[in-house]
Structures are given as C-alpha cells and as structure tokens.
C-alpha cells in the first residue's frame, strides 16, 4: 500500500461523500460507515487510492456515502469484482460490502471463492439477519422461528453462522464487531485492511424496521456479561467484573464458561487466546447466548501468500524468461485444416 507518512493526516470528513445518507432513521448502518470513516482516517491511504464495492441491499448503499472510489454492481457479484480490480491494480485497496442476505445467498459461492482464493481484499458482512431493502423477507442468518413475509409460520431453516463459513472455506483472516462497537469497529478495520490476503469481518447490525433489538442479548452496553472480547495472548476473560472466563472442558472437548474464584479456578485456567489457531477460532465462532457469550476481535488470523500476489510473481516469471516475440512466428504456428 502507499506510504502515506509524508502526507498531511486524514481525518473521517476525508472519507465522506456529499451525497445525503438514505438509511431508515436509526439503522445501524450509520453507526458502521460512521467507524470505518474513522479507521480509514487513522490508516491512512490516500481517499483515490481506496475502493467500495457491494452489491445490493440496504448495505450496497454504502460506496455512495464514501468520498473514494466505488462500484455499485450486482447482486451477490461485488466479490468477483473485487477480485479483478485487484487483479488489475493491486496498489489499491479494495473493500467489499455486502449484507447476509446479498453475500450469503445469491453471493454465497463468490463469498466463497474470494476467501479461499486469499484475494488481498477486505469484506465486511453486515449481517442483520433480514432481507432489510425488499421488506423483512427472512435471510440464510435468520433464526429458525422467524416469523417474516416469507415465513408467516416461522422459518424452519437452520441458519448459517457467517464467521463459521468463513472459517470453513478457508478464510485466513476472520474477526467479529457490532454496529454500535464505535472503539471496537474500528480497531478491526485497521486490523482487517492490515492483513495481506482476504480478510472477512463479521459486523452485526441492527435493523431497527424488520428485526430490531435481534442482538440486544450481545450488541448493547447492557450486554456486557455476554461479551467476550478476544485479544491475541490474553486470557478469554469477559464479564462487568471480569469475574468469568472460558476453558476447555477437557471431557467433552467443548468450550465451558467458569467464574474465576470458584472451586478453586484460577487465571491459569483459562484459555488465552491464540489467534492463529483454527480450531480454537471455529470453538470461539460457535459460542453465543444462552451458555455462552459472543466472541468478537480477530479469531483467526494466519497470515498466506495472497492470490493476486501470487499471479503477478507468475505472471512476472513468465515474462522474465519469455523469448523475444516473433509476430510473424505467432501468426504462423498452430493448426491448420483444409476445407
């Protein structure tokens, strides 16, 4: 990326575009590119030199908010255009926007493709678990239950869980924030644009029209008890008093919540955190009310060679040890038939 250290510092109104914000008054889509305007400011890469791509939804809206370059494309698609922008500019940084229906639907196999491909990219999913802009029709993330347009009876779907997807295609970068989460949010920007390779933030956010108050268990400042915040080698510690923690139950191989204190329990028995370890990071992804609080920061990160890093140092070698062309030679080889 550029080196932005000789340039004079970038602040959040840099980032912001003129054009009048168009979300339903109290959607937590404010609050997100209000953290990610933030982030890009402390990052610092020139406004020209950054891109926004989504699909559609109430999500896609958000290249329009943004004072940098952006593509508003179609549905499910923005990751496969994310991957040849990159292709074709790697300087630039790219990131995809997209909400759980748009990327986890119909955008399912790009979501898919981008991340196992490790393209130096940074998709942020905001999932609200709702199909929010065609009027609360329920998503691949809706609860099984949910009573929508579509599923007047409730849902009988069992729903995906987005940062267990990503894990399991092979993401190497995987890390989960809320809307609201204005100190957290942008500390996982900065940590997901840092990362060489795909980078998949999961950012749950209210939809306060068609599913409002569906994270009040994990996403508000009451919900403190039910928040582990993960930090690279510290101890899975969480709770208003910091009181309770997480360990491995070594009988079921499961992850259990136990309060420090207890029955002789210790710091020394709880879990720290290990961020490059993929199976900790796929327990970590699974936990949630009521046992267990949610896990947000980085669970995974476990930094490869970037797809696009890897076609251009191929790309580069082949030219390296390419002969002189020969037009003539090129227009003359090959097979030939008579008719």
């Known amino acids: 990326m550029n080196d932005a250290s000789a340039a004079p510092a970038l602040t959040a109104q840099d ?8 979300w339903c008054p109290g959607c937590g889509d404010y609050a997100i590119v209000k953290g990610v305007r933030s982030a890009l400011a402390e990052i610092g890469t020139p406004p020209e030199n950054v891109v926004f791509i989504s699909g559609i939804g109430c999500a896609a809206r958000f290249p329009y908010y943004m004072s ?39 955008g399912g196999n790009h979501t898919f ?7 130096d990219v940074n998709v942020l999913l905001f999932n609200n678990e709702i ?19 579509s599923t007047p009876l409730g849902s009988v779907d069992h729903p995906v869980a987005p940062a267990s997807f990503a894990l399991g295609v092979g993401a190497r970068f995987v890390a989960r924030t809320f809307d609201t989460a204005q100190k957290h949010l942008p500390i996982m920007m900065k940590r997901a ?11 749950l956010q209210n939809c306060i029209v068609y599913n409002d108050g569906t994270f009040d268990d994990v996403a508000t400042k009451k919900a403190v008890d039910n928040q582990l915040f ?10 208003k008093e910091l009181d309770r923690g997480i360990r491995l ?9 136990v309060m420090l204190g207890e029955n002789g329990i210790t710091e020394d028995d709880i879990l720290v955190h290990d961020e490059t370890n993929r199976t900790l990071a796929g327990m970590l992804a699974r936990l949630g009310p009521p046992d267990t609080p949610m896990a947000f920061g ?12 890897a076609v251009h140092a191929q790309e580069a070698a082949v030219k390296a040890n390419a002969d002189t062309p020969d037009l003539n030679a090129l227009l003359r080889r090959g097979h030939t038939w008579n008719v």
């Open 15 to 22: 980032f912001t575009s003129d054009q009048d914000v168009r």
């Open 68 to 106: 940098t370059y952006g593509f508003h494309t179609i549905h499910g698609r923005a990751p496969a255009f994310a991957t040849g922008l990159k292709l074709a500019n790697p300087e630039l940084d790219v990131w995809v926007v997209g909400g759980d229906g748009d990327m986890l639907s119909i």
């Open 113 to 119: 493709h981008v991340l196992r491909r490790n393209v």
């Open 131 to 149: 199909y929010g802009l065609t009027k609360g029709q329920y998503s691949p993330t809706s609860r099984e239950g949910t009573r929508s347009p």
């Open 193 to 203: 644009q840092a990362n060489r390779g795909a980078s998949f933030v999961e950012i």
């Open 230 to 239: 993960c930090e690279a080698g510290q101890p899975l510690i969480f709770g």
């Open 249 to 257: 139950n070594r009988d079921t191989l499961d992850l259990e919540v």
């Open 298 to 309: 980085v669970l995974f990160a476990d930094p490869t060679e970037s797809y696009d890093s």
